[in-house]
């Protein structure tokens, strides 16, 4: 707090922001088995307020006993909140005590139908705001200092860039905004190099694509940034390197759904990341919603232990990650050891069984000046690759990309590689470089 401004009052909301980051300051480093009992009634409370007053819940649990264990409960999809969201809301008085409204999220839709989730406010907030403040905390962010951000949000400069509960208490930041989609990335490559700010926020794909335009800069003139802060997509050791290399910061990765809010945050000292179980809830399962052993990859499942308005539980995600052992930087919440990115980003192989493919930049450079792709495999089992090049892909270009992929994937696979102008992503930010899309290649688009 700013010593000049003492004494301040605060608004009820701060208040309770800054209560709560205090508690979750503490739950952080209790012995991992204090965390798990304090999870444990909370998602006991949650499921039996479920039961009790969700139509949907009811009907859904109703197999099971209540004692049934809570990893034994059945999985909630995104076919399920898609059709059932409504059915899933509790009536108005029979959430929690501080809740008194509603509002409705919806995610970007970027599988074509948008899921809405009802959520209690303003628990919902200050359970946000109270991790935002933490993450800056772990990663030792000045929240006096101003920040640049491309986004999915309109162009304009922000006058409280790291929140209200921080602006309250004189901590005041301006945040620079560029909308992602509006602008080309060489355009906003322009306005970075003119800004001073030491923090940049935006997705782990569009700093690589930063990056390369930067690097590559015949000026030579070099944007240094303290940190960036990562959104929306799976940062890999390729992100990281790119980030280093041409800005010379580290990248700090926070997970976050619409659907849960904040799932887990990068660690202060490792790639990996910490759940935030105080407030989701997260299990790596395998095929049959068991837990993985640590170093085992599966699908993410959340709890979000505050859902009394619309309950979120067990919910697959649609993300695959690789479960973590414990770390040693004073942060008992449990590790993800890596977010590997979209299930659907799996690769069915000509034998039925499917795996995470996992191609970088690098693979695509090794043989042209590649600058963006996009690997699709259609309904039948078919891959197109899809390639943006500085240069017109020869057939020898062609041959050597079909191979690599082959060999990256399955030898077994029919393979195509097309190069295009730009890449038609399906959704307006969110980019998904390797996917599964439910048509064939003949198909109109
Ligand atoms: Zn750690």
């Known amino acids: 707090m700013n010593p000049t401004d003492f004494p301040k009052t605060l608004s009820p909301f701060s208040a309770q922001v800054l209560a709560l980051r205090a508690q979750l300051t503490a739950f952080e480093r209790l012995d991992p088995a204090a965390q798990a009992a304090a999870r444990d009634v909370q998602l006991k409370d949650l499921v039996r307020h479920a039961r009790r007053h969700s139509g949907y819940w009811q009907k859904k649990l109703s197999a099971y006993g209540s004692r049934a264990r809570f990893d034994s409960l059945p999985v909630l999809s995104r076919a399920d909140l898609q059709q059932h969201a409504h059915a899933m809301v509790c009536p108005p008085g029979t959430v929690l005590p501080h809740t008194d409204k509603t509002f409705v999220a919806r995610t970007s839709g970027s599988t074509g139908v948008p899921v809405e989730v009802t959520k209690g406010s303003p628990v919902y907030e200050i359970v946000y705001q109270a991790h935002s403040l933490r993450s800056f905390d772990w990663h030792a962010l000045d929240t006096a200092r101003d920040l640049v951000a491309v986004r999915d949000a309109a162009d304009g400069t922000y006058s409280r860039a790291w929140g209200e509960v921080l602006a309250e208490i004189g901590w005041t930041g301006q945040a620079s905004v560029r909308n992602m989609v509006e602008h080309s990335p060489e355009d906003l490559w322009e306005w970075l190099r003119e800004t001073t700010a030491p923090y940049l926020v935006t997705t782990a794909a569009m700093v690589t694509r930063l990056a390369h335009i930067a690097l590559a800069d015949p000026r030579g003139q070099r944007r240094r940034l303290d940190a960036i802060l990562t959104f929306g997509e799976a940062v890999t050791p390729e992100h990281r390197r790119a980030a280093t290399e041409a800005f010379g910061a580290r990248i700090i990765d926070r997970y976050s759904s619409e659907e849960v809010g904040w799932i887990a945050f990068q660690c202060p000292r490792h790639d990996h990341h910490h759940a935030l179980t105080a407030s989701t809830h997260v299990e790596i399962v395998d095929d ?55 299930q659907r980003s799996l690769i069915e192989l000509p034998d039925g069984t499917s795996r995470l493919a996992r191609l970088t930049g690098e693979h695509w450079r090794a043989i042209a000046p590649v600058s963006e792709y996009r690997v699709v495999q259609y309904r039948d089992g078919e891959i197109e690759a899809f390639v943006v090049a500085a240069c017109p892909l020869t057939p020898a270009h062609t041959l ?12 077994g696979l029919t393979v195509t590689v097309t190069q295009v102008e730009h890449i038609e992503w399906e959704s307006r930010w969110k980019r998904l470089d390797v996917a599964r899309v439910d048509r064939l290649r003949s198909d109109p688009v």
């Open 288 to 342: 049959d919603n068991r837990a993985v052993a640590p170093g085992q990859e599966g699908r993410v499942l959340v709890t979000s232990m505050h859902s009394h308005a619309m309950p979120i539980i067990r919910y697959d995600i649609g993300d695959r990650a690789i479960a973590g052992a414990r770390c040693d930087c004073g942060i008992s919440l449990p590790v993800i050891s890596q977010i590997l990115g979209r």
């Open 400 to 411: 050597a990309m079909q191979t690599m992929l082959k060999q990256q994937l399955h030898a």
